[in-house]
């Protein structure tokens, strides 16, 4: 094989990497999708029992769906909200067992190691006319994959971001892993025994959390003794509800309505802003998480934790690559401003694609869940358009590559910092609410930029979040 001919390889068989390929295949690429699942999607499958927020329409990418519809797939209703497991079974699938798709994949084989043939991340000469190694590892060992580029697009769901409010696994976390589970188990279903009637701590204030609370909360309506307490960092508990009627997405909008409803009835204790600084099995009666409320320490007792406290990307394997990264987000290229929570939280991004996911090393490039890093509000589509633009720049055009079109719906809830205010010294270069910094200004007045709620439920978030242990 001549480097030309050499495949294109995307790791991870989840819903970007999967539109990636259907991208390539369309372009009369070859990818080689390498997953380290027995299935595609592993991760969405983790995560099969919660509802999507985003129905159908946005949620299938338009070179799968292309192939799908040639083989005569039944699409589902545009507007019908799927769970993960629907995600899967209706669409990932389907699209995994096409005969233009199956031979392109490579099932439980997990990317190890990237780099580039003979050339270590230090050595430039020739470096870029080498083909990209991927050390493979499978139920039948080791194994070394060679491509021409490398889409990376595995996601973040199996690197969690831990309890600590510093960024670090709070003292003791570790050792408490038996009663800790991150990101939103199945509470209503297969750990339903693990959470009915025991005190639980949930910790994060996004859309995780939202989801863990609603479902311990129609936990303890069979089972009256669970008790669920809520742990964020956040100053006020309302900043966690999002844009509830405004946002463009009903069924996000509705995660933040129910939670108020649930925390304005007492079902649910809030401490806010709590920042988790120990956990230990303090005495019999379970866990003592210790931390900061407002200056003053602060311990609760629980029996289980919940910690929805978002990903972060793992680039462990991607050491022997020239990665262009933001320095906080660790998203991709330069993607950061474009995304950065500490800027904007209406959950538009500005579309972007090739271009904006380089890195320093040519043809590897990021896509998906992975390219936001550590930031939130990362939307399929997003992902969709990115590989998109992705596949055409490596065939060779550059017009489709350039012509980056996404229409995301907003959240309702659109903080912009100040148009001249700058980040890191450089000028902010776009609002979340619309494609040019000038238009930003405009545009934080209007539909996107939701007035805040009103305080309420200050009595509830004030609440005491004690337990049997004394503090
Ligand atoms: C609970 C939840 C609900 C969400 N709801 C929505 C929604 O309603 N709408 C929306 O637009 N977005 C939603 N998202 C966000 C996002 O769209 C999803 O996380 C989506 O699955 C991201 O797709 P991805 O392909 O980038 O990554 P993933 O789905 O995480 O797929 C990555 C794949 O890579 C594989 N992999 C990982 N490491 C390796 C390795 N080293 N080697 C080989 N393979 C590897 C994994 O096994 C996995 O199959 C939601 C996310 C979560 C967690």
Redesign the pocket.
Known sequence: MTDSQLPVAV?????????AAAHLIERGQTPIV????DK?????RA?SH?R???PWQ??VDSAARRLLDKAGWQPPAPDA?PT?GDLVARYLEPLAELPAMRPHLRLG????AVSRKGHDKVRSEGRDRQPFVLR?EGAAGEDVIEARAVID??????MPNPSGADGLPAIGERGAADHIRY??PDVLGGERARYEGRAVLVIGGG??AL?AIIELAALKQAAPKTRIVWALRKERVEAAYGGEAADQ?P??GALGSQVRALVESGTIEVVTPFRVARIADGCSCGLRVSGEVNGSSRTIAVDEIIVATG?RP?LS?LREIRLTLDPWLESSGSLGPLIDPNLHSCGTVRPHGAKELAHAEPDFFI?????YGRAPT??????HEQVRSIAASLSGDAEAAGRVELALPETGVCVSRPIGVERAGEPVAAGCCGPAREEAAVQQTSACCAPAKPAAAAEASARQAGGCCPA
């Open positions: 790791i991870g068989a989840g819903p970007v990497g999967l539109a390498v997953e380290a699942g595609v999607a592993s991760s969405v995560w919660v999507m927020f985003s946005y949620n909200i993960g084989a997990r990317v190890a493979v697009a595995s996601g973040t769901w199996t990101g939103i859309h995780s989801n997405l069924a996000r990903f793992d394997f896509a998906g869940m992975k390219s990362f939307l399929l589509a997003t992902g």
